[in-house]
């Protein structure tokens, strides 16, 4: 496993400008190494590190560039114009009047490239166990795992922003169970769900007596969660006169009891999230801009699932298995089905996500889905239905049975079709197609020709209504 190490080294041999430039670096704060060329193999072997600064001569340039070429995720620096070369991980090399503008630039484009290239690092077995409920391998998604591997560790208060559904307990649930308070206990609380009158209490707890109903004395959730997380989910629907009770306890760790004056010390970790834009409440006089900037220390933001859907096939793997393993049975999707997911917006997100696999499980135990097995809205793929060939006495006789048995009988028009059978007979198969063309036109008229709508009206599915239409040659105008 590789190693990230944030020193400095400087390779090459002592000289006053390899001097000049350790002074330099040392006084911005950073750890400085030097060695010598042929240690510098292998140093790196199994290291990466900040930059290497490499100060060589001609002769030793060729080795430079092999070395170069083969530490491909190493970010290196050259101390002089005149040693160049093409290589991804050469960021850029020194002026000989070294400066500190150029200095920090080059550093920060070393940083921005190790981000690029980020390697693996040592994940302890919590974070490889709860990263499974992050699944999905988008840049969006990857991205919100490396903010929660950098928070995690800190006390830092967390901000977690996102559309409904898209799993900000999830995210705050990670932070907890990586972070040094994973033996505490992890609390969460919905600020919207609680009614105001009741949310003090819910938090603080109260003494008895403190109100009508108040028989005993109980803790709250800053109580219940001494040493851990306490998830404030909907943090936007809080009202104001708790944002303000919220705001203090935030900046001096303190509380008090509904009802008593012994102050109680909070040492609790905060993570909020909401679903709601909080700087346009802060305009609208909705929100506190003060609790804002208390909250927003470390904000990440959970992608839709929209702006990942090619997650969207290995969060299907996920949520199957999940029903599966509670033992409500197994469903199965084809790719066409999944391809049509994908162009679903999903304005509810996993959450909606996992409400269809549930639904679909339900229908098609242990069966497959394809596209004419999803719900009509995530039908975004026009695929014509599976036809059973049967015999054309057995159509004549499918349709005398849907007109005949119905609970409401198809109203044939008395000026178009005989209201007696005529003493030389009628073409039965003709009729019957003359009454399914005149049905088809009136439903696509009154549906102002939209076929999904007089597909509907005349009880059947779209995608049979299509070949009807296709059959007897319709359009749609």
Known sequence: MMQIDQRILLVGNDSERFNRLTCVLEFLGEQVEKISLDRLSASTKDTRYRAIVFGVTVSELETVRALVSTLPWQPFIALSQEIEFDAA????????????????????????????????????????????????????????????????????????????????????????????????????????????????????????????????????????????????????????????????????????????????????????ATHRDLELMIKENEFREDLYYRLNVFPIEMPSLKERSDDIPLLLQELVARVFNEGRGKVRFTQRAIDSLKEHAWSGNVRELSNLVERLTILYPGGLVDVNDLPHKYRHIDVPEYQVAVSEEQAERDALAAIFNDDEPVEIPENRFPSELPAEGVNLKDLLAELEIDMIRQALDQQDNVVARAAEMLGIRRTTLVEKMKKYSLSKD
């Open 89 to 272: 991980n050469l960021i850029g090399s020194l002026a000989d009047n070294l400066s500190y503008p150029q200095l920090t630039e080059l550093l920060h484009f070393c940083q921005v490239f190790g981000q690029a290239k980020r390697v693996e690092v040592p994940t302890s077995v919590n974070q490889t166990k709860l990263f499974r409920s992050l699944v999905g391998r988008s840049e969006g998604i990857n991205q919100v795992r490396h903010m929660i591997s950098q928070v995690a560790g800190s006390d830092a208060t967390v901000l977690v922003l996102g559309e409904s559904g898209t799993g900000k307990e999830v995210v705050a649930r990670n932070i907890h169970y990586l972070s040094e308070r994973r033996d505490g206990p992890f609390i969460p609380v919905n600020c919207g769900a609680i009614p105001p009158e009741l949310l003090e209490s819910e938090l603080f707890g109260h003494e008895k007596g403190s109100f009508t109903g108040a028989i005993t004395a109980r803790k709250g959730r800053f109580e219940l969660a001494e040493g851990g997380t306490l998830f404030l989910d909907e943090i936007g629907d809080m009202p104001l006169q708790m944002q303000v009770k919220l705001l203090r306890v935030l900046q001096e760790r303190v509380f008090e009891r509904v009802g008593g004056s012994k102050t109680l010390k909070a040492d609790v970790r905060v993570v909020a």
